[in-house]
């Protein structure tokens, strides 16, 4: 197999220590998450840490689509976050990405980042619903999601765990991540609520972003909240039956632990 590797212009690797890190891939580095899909590892090289994540080799179907008609997911993920922070929206500092392809096939893809070290995710506010700043949490990231919405960024990944959060002072930074999955459009208002959808199907936290938005936009609370909890039951609703579908049809695939 060929392979491509597109490096960032104000980044220190090279083609030489990209190479290096992906041969020390498999067998060093911490794993971040299950690696049940896509595989994401932090790895040290020469004295900096990088977030590497791997994706998972596609269908066949895809080999072809992403070899000839589609940009690959770690292309995307580059791409993408080059367009976040022109925009003004944090995101881990994109580093390179790279592609293994044969003459009619697509085969591996990676995408590296500078680590980024950070102090939690929107998932705390849901396992810690009495954590401190709850309220100015979830306040400030329903601003912050309103300024994407504001700039034409529809982040279709918007799930608990895809913002980084940095606390300074009292104030929160958000970081996106898990990038492939991006459009970049005016939004109607019912793809601004439906947004949300992914976060939490927690009516408490719903209460909330739903009271903030609705300012933001300068709606009345109760309609947006209505909205908002619409697209959450759709979305929880629509994500148990995939589920059930899955546990049916596919029992014989086995997570990894």
Sequence with gaps: MSVKIHIHKNSILTSESIQLMLSKFSREGELIGTGYRNVIKILDIEGEYYNIKAFKVP????????????????????????????SGVLTPSPEAYIEYTSFFLFGKSYYITKQLSYDFTIRKLIDEPQCDDYDSILRQFTQFTYQLHEKGIHFLDHSPGNTLIIKQGNKYKFYLVDLNRMEFKTLSYD?????????????????????????????????????????????????????AFKKKYYFWRKKKK
Excluded: Q, W
Aim: proline share 2%.
């Design 191 to 243: 793809e601004r609520l439906a947004n949300f959808a992914r976060l939490s199907p927690k009516d408490y936290m719903l209460d909330i972003i739903s009271d903030e938005y609705a300012k933001l936009i300068n709606k009345p609370h109760e309609e947006v909240r209505e909205r908002m909890y619409f697209f959450s039951e759709k979305f929880s609703s629509s994500f148990k039956k995939r589920e």
């Design 59 to 86: 269908i066949l179907v895809n080999k072809i689509v992403y070899r000839f008609f589609r940009k690959s997911k770690a292309e995307r993920s580059f791409l993408y976050a080059e367009r976040l922070l022109e």
